[in-house]
T-cell receptor, first 110, second 116 residues
Framework: TQLLEQSPQFLSIQEGENLTVYCNSSSVFSSLQWYRQEPGEGPVLLVT?????EVKKLKRLTFQFGDARKDSSLHITAAQPGDTGLYLC??????????FGAGTTVTVRA | EADIYQTPRYLVIGTGKKITLECSQT?????MYWYQQDPGMELHLIHYSYGVNSTEKGDLSSESTVSRIRTEHFPLTLESARPSHTSQYLC???????????????FGAGTRLSVL
């Protein structure tokens, strides 16, 4: 199993602030996905990135894939309480399986 | 929106009981998966299936078993539950593994199992 490291593990910020979470691996990803999971629910896909250097925007969320395809970041601008959740990155390497990071728990205080 | 359903959502049972966790999807996906997730930990793949009559063990050893008799149905069974089986179990499905966007998985809401 490939190892994905996410940081930070926990993040608590005030509404309106910005935040960035990171996902790193020592191996090259074939593709990388970001999911958000709310308590008591399953993960929901936010975005998939496949090309080194790729940047995708989803409203206030910006996803970046590293040039070497070994790392990715998720940046949230002007966070809102509705952004609270567990953010998981998941990568595919040479095979069909998704390897998940342990996640970053984000809490946005009103 | 994903059409994948898990039942029950919550289950509290005594040691030694046999249980089956149900998972159904209406998207016609060939690939289905079971993950185990503990608080603060990553999802661990315990079983997957390529299609009907195909089942494989995942990366994390599990005493559970699965079956895939129909495309839409992928139940997980524990013959004799123990407290060490207490966890959240998530089912997922995907359309496939090829193509530019590989292996996008759609998850059910999960079953939280507590074995006393």
């Amino acid at each position: 199993t490939q190892l994905l490291e996410q940081s930070p593990q926990f993040l608590s910020i005030q509404e309106g602030e910005n935040l960035t979470v990171y996902c790193n691996s020592s191996s090259v990803f074939s593709s990388l996905q970001w999911y958000r999971q709310e308590p008591g629910e399953g993960p929901v896909l936010l975005v998939t990135v496949v090309t080194g250097g790729e940047v995708k925007k989803l409203k206030r969320l910006t996803f970046q894939f590293g040039d070497a395809r070994k790392d990715s970041s998720l940046h949230i601008t002007a966070a809102q309480p509705g952004d609270t959740g567990l953010y998981l990155c998941a990568g595919t390497f040479n095979d069909y399986k998704l390897s998940f990071g342990a996640g970053t728990t984000v809490t946005v205080r009103a | 929106e994903a059409d994948i359903y898990q039942t029950p959502r919550y289950l509290v049972i005594g040691t030694g009981k046999k249980i089956t966790l149900e998972c159904s999807q209406t998207m016609g996906h060939d690939k289905m998966y079971w993950y185990q997730q503990d608080p603060g930990m990553e999802l661990h793949l315990i079983h997957y299936s390529y299609g009907v009559n195909s089942t494989e063990k995942g990366d994390l050893s599990s005493e559970s078993t699965v079956s895939r008799i129909r495309t839409e149905h992928f139940p997980l069974t524990l013959e004799s539950a123990r407290p060490s089986h207490t966890s959240q179990y998530l089912c997922a499905s995907s359309e496939g593994w090829t193509g530019k966007a590989k292996n996008i998985q759609y998850f059910g809401a999960g079953t939280r199992l507590s074995v006393l």
